[in-house]
């Protein structure tokens, strides 16, 4: 079974500052795709950024990227320049699929971010 | 405008008493799917859908059932709810292909009481 974890329930950075987000994942398949959710207010999930894991070069969207580390099956989110509309909660998401076609998004428990005016 | 649509958006029930939220689609995907959202649990899958006529079980699909009669709508169906149902509840679909994203709906609050 595939599991996601972030150790981070809550973080707060003061705006304009840089901040990262931890997620670690477990799993024996070989090819996956990895994937941070943002979850604002308004409880709609926004997909932030996305990750094939078999390519090495890291994924980047504007002021999002991750540092995917394949052996150590971490994928970290770092956001640059911090903006208050980045208060939200995170969610790490990993996603492999049975024989059967299942598309299922493993989540993790959630990052909650605070940007500090 | 693509989007998924959820209804109702809130709902406080009883015990017991079956209720359907609504899942609709206007993007023709063929896979569509039902998490449900609670603290420090973060989304878990509760059924999916491949195709019409197509479904099969999550990580948690006891107490809940599904139908695909039309490529568009995915309702969850709640026979006799209790109250740890009680979560937030978010539809799914994307085309498929693995890295195509998922889009999902606005999300449904159920209170069972």
């Known amino acids: 079974a595939q599991t996601v974890t972030q150790s981070q329930p809550e973080m707060s950075v003061q705006e304009a500052e840089t901040v990262t987000l931890s997620c670690t994942y477990d799993t024996s398949e070989s090819n996956y795709y990895l994937f941070w959710y943002k979850q604002p207010p308004s409880r709609q999930m926004i997909l932030v950024i996305r990750?094939?894991?078999?390519?090495?070069q890291n994924a980047t969207e504007n002021r999002f990227s991750v540092n995917f580390q394949k052996a150590a099956k971490s994928f970290s989110l770092k956001i640059s320049d911090s903006q208050l509309g980045d208060t939200a909660m995170y969610f790490c998401?990993?996603?492999?699929?049975?024989?059967?076609?299942?598309?299922?998004?493993?989540f993790g428990t959630g990052t909650r971010l605070t940007i500090i005016p | 405008e693509a989007q998924v649509t959820q209804n109702p958006r809130y709902l406080i029930t009883v015990t017991g008493k079956k209720l359907t939220v609504t899942c609709s689609q206007n993007?023709?995907?063929?896979?569509m799917s039902w998490y449900r959202q609670d603290p420090g649990l973060g989304l878990r899958q509760i059924y999916y859908s491949m195709n019409v006529e197509v479904t099969d079980k999550g990580d948690v699909p006891e107490g809940y059932k599904v139908s695909r009669k039309e490529k568009r709508n995915f309702p969850l169906i709640l026979e006799s709810p209790s109250p740890n149902q009680t979560s937030l509840y978010f539809c799914?679909?994307?085309?498929?292909?693995?890295?195509?994203?998922?889009?999902f709906g606005p999300g449904t609050r159920l209170t069972v009481t």
């Open positions: 799914a679909s994307s085309s498929g292909g693995g890295l195509d994203e998922q889009y």
């Open positions: 990750q094939e894991a078999y390519k090495q």
């Open positions: 993007m023709n995907h063929e896979y």
């Open positions: 998401a990993f996603m492999t699929w049975s024989n059967f076609g299942n598309e299922k998004l493993t």
